[in-house]
C-alpha cells in the first residue's frame, strides 16, 4: 500500500481504512473522522491530531484488555466496589476496603481473608476487590474452594498436578471462595496446601470463608495441616470479619422500603 499525494477524501478515507485493518487499530479506524474534525475546530497541529489519534487507541487498547481479563478470571457475576453499601454492614470499614482497593496487597503478594456468616457481602468483596485487580493489569482467577479441590485431585489422578499448580501460581491472585463449607478429606486438603505453599509471600491470594479459623477443623480433620494452611492464609496478611448481621438480607429490606415509600408517594 504506498500513500500518494493529491488523493480525494474518499480514498483518503479507504486508505486509512485499509491500513488500520492491516495494522489492527480499529480506534483509529473507527474514530478518525471523529477526532479529525475535532481537530480542525480546536485548530491542532498535525502533532497534536496524531497525539489525539495514538491516545485514544491505546485507551481503548487498555480498556478492552481490562476486560478481557476480568473475563478470564471467570467471575460467577458481575460486582464493583461502588454498588457495596457499607451502611448495610457497619462490621466492614470502608477506608480498609478502600485502602485494598489500591491493590497494594496484590502486588506484595499478601493474603486476604474474608471471614464472616452468609450473607454479610464477602463474595461481593472478594469479586469487586479480584475486578479491580483485574483492571490493573493482574491475572487474576476466581474459584470455589471445592472447585479448585475437585481440579486437583483429578490433575492428581491423571499425573498432571505439577502442571496445574504451575499454571495456578503463574496467576497473580486466587480468589478462593466459599472455603469451610465442606469437609475435606486429608487428600484434597493436602493438595490445596501444595497451591497455597507455591504462592507463599509470592503471589496473593484471598479467600472467603463462612467459618472463623476455630472452626476450620470441620473442613481440614487434621489439625497439623489445619494449623498450617491457617499460618499461610494469615501470615502478612489481612484479616476481615464481615460479621453475622446479613448485609443480603439487610440489602433487601433496604429495596423493599424504598419501593415501599415510592408507593406511598405515588398515592
Given at each position: 500500500?504506498?500513500?500518494?499525494?493529491?488523493?480525494?477524501?474518499?480514498?483518503?478515507?479507504?486508505?486509512?481504512?485499509?491500513?488500520?485493518?492491516?495494522?489492527?487499530?480499529?480506534?483509529?479506524?473507527?474514530?478518525?473522522?471523529?477526532?479529525?474534525?475535532?481537530?480542525?475546530?480546536?485548530?491542532?497541529?498535525?502533532?497534536?491530531?496524531?497525539?489525539?489519534?495514538?491516545?485514544?487507541?491505546?485507551?481503548?487498547?487498555?480498556?478492552?484488555?481490562?476486560?478481557?481479563?476480568?473475563?478470564?478470571?471467570?467471575?460467577?457475576?458481575?460486582?464493583?466496589?461502588?454498588?457495596?453499601?457499607?451502611?448495610?454492614?457497619?462490621?466492614?470499614?470502608?477506608?480498609?476496603?478502600?485502602?485494598?482497593?489500591?491493590?497494594?496487597?496484590?502486588?506484595?503478594?499478601?493474603?486476604?481473608?474474608?471471614?464472616?456468616?452468609?450473607?454479610?457481602?464477602?463474595?461481593?468483596?472478594?469479586?469487586?476487590?479480584?475486578?479491580?485487580?483485574?483492571?490493573?493489569?493482574?491475572?487474576?482467577?476466581?474459584?470455589?474452594?471445592?472447585?479448585?479441590?475437585?481440579?486437583?485431585?483429578?490433575?492428581?489422578?491423571?499425573?498432571?498436578?505439577?502442571?496445574?499448580?504451575?499454571?495456578?501460581?503463574?496467576?497473580?491472585?486466587?480468589?478462593?471462595?466459599?472455603?469451610?463449607?465442606?469437609?475435606?478429606?486429608?487428600?484434597?486438603?493436602?493438595?490445596?496446601?501444595?497451591?497455597?505453599?507455591?504462592?507463599?509471600?509470592?503471589?496473593?491470594?484471598?479467600?472467603?470463608s463462612n467459618e472463623p479459623f476455630s472452626g476450620w477443623t470441620k473442613t481440614f480433620t487434621d489439625p497439623r495441616l489445619c494449623a498450617a494452611i491457617?499460618?499461610?492464609?494469615?501470615?502478612?496478611?489481612?484479616?476481615?470479619?464481615?460479621?453475622?448481621?446479613?448485609?443480603?438480607?439487610?440489602?433487601?429490606?433496604?429495596?423493599?422500603?424504598?419501593?415501599?415509600?415510592?408507593?406511598?408517594?405515588?398515592?
Open positions: 500500500m504506498t500513500a500518494r499525494r493529491g488523493v480525494t477524501e474518499q480514498a483518503a478515507t479507504a486508505a486509512i481504512e485499509q491500513g488500520c485493518r492491516m495494522l489492527r487499530l480499529p480506534t483509529i479506524r473507527d474514530r478518525f473522522g471523529e477526532i479529525a474534525a475535532a481537530a480542525e475546530r480546536e485548530q491542532l497541529s498535525y502533532r497534536g491530531f496524531l497525539a489525539e489519534l495514538v491516545m485514544a487507541e491505546c485507551d481503548d487498547r487498555d480498556r478492552r484488555r481490562a476486560a478481557r481479563r476480568v473475563h478470564e478470571a471467570g467471575f460467577p457475576r458481575p460486582k464493583v466496589l461502588s454498588e457495596f453499601q457499607f451502611e448495610a454492614n457497619p462490621a466492614i470499614n470502608p477506608a480498609v476496603i478502600g485502602q485494598l482497593a489500591s491493590c497494594a496487597w496484590v502486588k506484595a503478594g499478601h493474603p486476604l481473608c474474608l471471614i464472616g456468616d452468609s450473607g454479610t457481602g464477602k463474595t461481593h468483596l472478594l469479586i469487586a476487590l479480584g475486578t479491580l485487580a483485574a483492571e490493573s493489569g493482574y491475572r487474576v482467577r476466581y474459584t470455589l474452594a471445592s472447585k479448585l479441590v475437585n481440579e486437583l485431585v483429578e490433575a492428581a489422578d491423571e499425573r498432571q498436578l505439577s502442571k496445574l499448580i504451575a499454571r495456578y501460581g503463574r496467576v497473580d491472585l486466587i480468589l478462593v471462595d466459599e472455603l469451610g463449607y465442606l469437609e475435606l478429606d486429608r487428600h484434597g486438603a493436602e493438595l490445596l496446601f501444595q497451591v497455597l505453599t507455591e504462592r507463599e509471600e509470592r503471589s496473593a491470594i484471598a479467600i472467603a491457617v499460618d499461610r492464609l494469615t501470615f502478612a496478611g489481612q484479616i476481615i470479619e464481615t460479621g453475622t448481621a446479613s448485609y443480603r438480607l439487610a440489602h433487601a429490606r433496604q429495596q423493599q422500603n424504598a419501593k415501599k415509600a415510592e408507593r406511598a408517594t405515588a398515592r
